[in-house]
């Protein structure tokens, strides 16, 4: 791979990093102060909540109308759950791939914050859960992907996954036929 190209890469991950320690001691802080100030922050926090009747009545009747196609999301959402959790425990072991921890993509914190209702917790519940299935999902595909077919497409893609940029030329064969095993190898070094 171009040397310039490496090192921007190498760069992106330092910044990954420090991004990932900057959220980690916010969160740390966050925590602290919320320990601290625990009761005035839950009562500053719930003054801000609007009343589940209160916000029905100011929703916008279309919204509303969607309502059930957006909940209908939970269907397709829950069957790529289960069938990407399944198809990662018959198949990874084979190919000898990592499993990705499902945890780490399906987070759930929203539904201690006290200015939210039980509606706005559900949804952020919903978001939570399909935001987090698609992550778990683009990472599986991204682990299939470097196993059976790691070659870099003709054009350019919008949101390459973060395997991507180790994956071959398109049409580089020479590369493809000497690179493929030790780029199946390299689960091991990647969480």
Not at 47 to 68: D, N
Request: aromatic share 14%.
């Amino acid at each position: 791979m171009n040397k310039n190209i490496d090192e921007i890469l190498a760069r992106i991950r330092e910044l990954e990093e420090a991004l990932e320690d900057e959220y980690r001691q916010t969160r740390d802080q966050w925590g602290r102060k919320k320990l601290d100030l625990a009761d005035e922050f839950l009562s500053q926090q719930r003054r801000y909540k609007t009343g589940l009747f209160r916000f029905l009545l100011r929703s916008r009747l279309l919204v509303m109308l969607t309502v059930p196609v957006i909940y209908a999301g939970w269907i397709p959402f829950l069957l790529m759950d289960l069938f990407v959790s399944l198809y990662q425990a018959i198949c990874f072991p084979v190919y000898r791939i990592p499993k990705v921890c499902r945890a780490d993509y399906l987070v759930f914190d929203r539904e201690d914050l006290p200015y939210l209702n039980i509606v706005e917790k559900f949804n952020c519940f919903f978001c939570s859960y399909g935001n987090g299935v698609a992550a778990y999902t683009r990472e599986v595909a991204a682990r299939t992907e470097q196993y059976w077919c790691p070659i870099k497409h003709a054009r350019r893609l919008v949101a390459a996954h973060d395997r991507y940029p180790n994956f071959f030329d398109h049409g580089d064969a020479e590369a493809y036929r000497q690179g493929l095993n030790r780029l199946r190898r390299q689960y091991r070094n990647k969480p």
